[in-house]
């Protein structure tokens, strides 16, 4: 099994900037795709970025631009940097990880508890 470890959510004023981390752990050679989601208040789950082994990454329109991927595949860890925050932004934001090399799943093995970023305006 992996256990993924979210943290670096918070409050931050729009515009600002945060960067979460989700370190892995367990059995971590079965990770390969690694990706954050969120789900903001009554919303649905969506999708925020996603990036592979090799770094391949992809991204939802509405954060293009403003939010980077990145993982240290030493350290068994994934981040998103975030920047140009905005109220919308606001949302529980959960890692995800899969032992498939593909953008564009739609399920995911291993999830982890979600870390809370709220964006202030």
């Known amino acids: 099994q992996v256990q993924l470890v979210e943290s670096g959510g918070g409050l931050v004023q729009a515009g600002g900037s945060l960067t979460l981390s989700c370190a892995a752990s367990?059995?971590?050679?079965?990770?390969?795709?690694m990706a954050w989601y969120r789900r903001g208040p009554g919303k649905q789950r969506e999708l925020v970025a996603a990036?592979?082994?090799?770094?391949?990454?992809n991204y939802a329109d509405s954060v293009k631009g403003r939010f980077t991927i990145s993982r240290d595949n030493d350290k068994n860890t994934v981040y998103l940097q975030m920047n140009s925050l905005k109220p919308e932004d606001t949302a529980v934001y959960y890692c995800?990880?899969?032992?498939?090399?593909?953008?564009?799943?739609?399920?995911?093995?291993?999830w982890g508890q979600g870390t809370q970023v709220t964006v202030s305006s």
């Open positions: 367990g059995s971590i050679s079965n990770i390969n795709t």
């Open positions: 990036i592979t082994t090799d770094g391949a990454t």
């Open positions: 995800a990880a899969d032992k498939r090399g593909a953008l564009g799943l739609r399920e995911y093995d291993s």
